[in-house]
């Protein structure tokens, strides 16, 4: 059985950013965008709700590591990283994950 791989996204809802994990980022943006049930509770009130960031990561365990970081990081440093759309082997050695850690199966 093949693993389907995880993305970690950055969108940009009003001005103000939101960091998730997907199987499918182009369903989860519409989602976001639709307002509805489905939507994040964060995403739900904005009028405008853009994909700033996304990268393909691997495995859940890896994508989870890597939002829970990303989350943590000041404003600044998401818009840098946004502005310098790194690989997924660049984004998960800035965020301190190793690289071996995003491919399905890892970990097990």
Do not use: N
């Not at 939002?67 to 998401?78: D, I």
């Amino acid at each position: 059985m093949t693993e389907q791989a995880w993305w970690i996204y950055l969108l940009d809802c009003d001005g103000r950013l939101y960091t998730g994990i997907t199987l499918d980022p182009q369903r989860r943006l519409s989602e976001h965008a639709s307002g509805g049930r489905r939507a994040a509770r964060f995403t739900r009130p904005a009028r405008s709700i853009t994909l700033r960031y996304c990268s393909v990561i691997g495995s859940r365990s890896a994508a989870l590591r890597a939002e829970h970081r990303l989350r943590r990081l000041p404003r600044a440093k998401k818009l840098a990283l946004i502005a310098e759309a790194p690989d997924t082997d660049v984004l998960l050695a800035r965020l301190g994950i190793g690289a071996d850690a995003g491919a399905p199966g890892a970990g097990r």
